[in-house]
């Protein structure tokens, strides 16, 4: 690598296509410490953040995805830096000394301001005021938002985070509550996600909730929606053990649930964490398929993490294909019946060439993908049976726990496991291809 290359290597984003701008070459985090002292009132938050990396090539600059807080100090293994600079989406640092490859070095950021969400072909993303508290969600590329990282799905590290806020909320974070102290009116809560996580799928919830064990869960969620949260969530431990018998073990040390006390458009996942709005309890079970949806995401998408974005059925495909499974096994509806008619519902609305293998930025989150993960999910249980299906489903997730995925590791696995020649074939017709197939009756 020439001098010149060295130079600019670190600064340079990863490379994922659909977000260009997003992730950070030369280095590989292992470890975030996030330090955060936040007030609700003002919308104010004071960080530290304590990242642990490793060079990957000869680093005599590097960058970190960062917008919308601003610097008050950086240090590089106890030093400071001979330069450092913002842009809009990017902190820039010259270390005192070049990095090795194969160096581990700390990096120590410490920043205020008050977070907002950044802007995207997807709409706003990250850190966001509810009416009164906070909720954070970043898929694919708001991380970015409330503390600075490296902010690609294939950098997974482990965290451990500590908010201080006023005594009165509760905060509800990715991993195993650590430590819980109050002083002087404001409480401190300190939470460890031991397993590989990626930082679009680390989160804050932040409201006055009431929380209530489940035997496989918790509840967190305002009081007044108790009586609905009682009967919506009833069968959160029945889906638990079903995804466990079908998918393999639980791949994190909890899993819990918040519903907001604010409407939110679509709930969403996050690593140990599914977060839900008060539009989606109603006291008669309408959520179901949502639940089941964003729990199933623990196993395809949190734990199994995709390595490029284009192959995001890997995580909605799945998901979707679970809601289809927990409808079969309450005797809804069989997933052949399931199949038949998202298969309809989605010619009906197909009116362009997307291609669900390679759907584009802006298709990321299209339904398409979705249904026709899911229907070429089910043409693979169809064509190999049920019991080397769900055989090579375990095994995969097995495999590839707390790890990346892509779609070729997909096809080349199933078709070891399975012993069929076939699955390509299916794939390729299903997610590479513009027409729609029919369904195996």
């Not at 997003?22 to 975030?32: A, D, R």
């Not at 696995?413 to 197939?437: A, C, N, Q």
Request: glycine letters at 8%; one cysteine or more; aromatic letters at 10%.
């Amino acid at each position: 690598m020439s001098p010149a290359a060295q130079s600019n290597y670190g600064a340079a984003t990863a490379g994922d296509p659909y977000l260009p701008t997003s992730g950070n070459g030369g280095y590989i985090v292992t470890h975030y410490a996030l330090e955060l002292n936040y007030r609700v009132e003002t919308n104010h938050l004071r960080g530290t953040a304590t990242i642990s990396a490793v060079a990957t090539a000869p680093l005599d600059r590097f960058s970190l995805d960062f917008a919308g807080l601003s610097v008050e100090r950086v240090l590089v293994d106890g030093e400071r830096p001979r330069k450092v600079s913002q842009a809009a989406r990017k902190l820039i640092v010259a270390p005192a000394t070049t990095l090795v490859a194969g160096e581990e070095f700390e990096i120590i950021v410490r920043y205020a301001g008050s977070p907002h969400p950044v802007k995207s072909p997807w709409g706003e993303l990250g850190w966001e005021e509810l009416a009164d508290g906070v909720i954070v969600a970043s898929q694919p590329s708001g991380a970015a938002s409330w503390f600075p990282c490296n902010d690609h799905p294939s950098n997974k590290a482990t965290f451990r985070i500590s908010v201080a806020c006023e005594a009165p909320y509760t905060v509800v974070a990715n991993g195993r509550l650590l430590e819980k102290s109050t002083r002087s009116g404001r409480t401190t809560w300190v939470y460890d996600m031991q397993q590989p996580m990626a930082t679009y799928l680390a989160t804050l919830q932040i409201g006055r909730y009431t929380r209530r064990p489940t035997t496989s869960a918790s509840l967190y969620y305002p009081s007044a929606l108790a009586p609905e949260v009682a009967v919506d969530f009833a069968r959160i431990d029945d889906m638990i053990a079903l995804f466990v018998d079908r998918f393999g073990p639980y791949p994190f040390d909890n899993y819990s649930v918040v519903v907001t006390p604010d409407v939110l458009e679509i709930p969403l996942e996050a690593q140990g964490l599914g977060i839900f709005g008060r539009n989606h309890v109603d006291g008669a079970h309408g959520s179901d398929r949502l639940i089941a949806h964003e729990l199933a995401h623990q196993w395809f998408g949190n734990s199994l993490t995709l390595a490029r974005w284009r192959d995001i059925w890997l995580h909605e495909g799945f998901a979707c294909y679970a809601e289809w499974l927990w409808a079969e096994f309450i005797g809804a509806r069989t997933a052949q019946q399931s199949a038949i008619i998202h298969r309809g519902r989605v010619k009906a609305v197909s009116k362009d060439s997307l291609v669900v293998g390679e759907p584009g930025a802006h298709s990321l989150f299209d339904d398409r993908v979705y249904k026709r993960g899911a229907l070429a999910l089910h043409e693979i249980r169809t064509l190999v049976g049920d019991e080397a299906f769900f055989d090579a489903l375990r095994a995969w997730v097995a495999e590839f726990r707390h790890g990346s995925i892509t779609s070729e590791r997909f096809v080349t696995f199933f078709e070891d496991h399975t012993g069929s020649d076939e699955i390509g074939m299916l794939v390729e017709r299903w997610i590479y291809s513009v027409s729609l197939p029919e369904v195996t009756r």
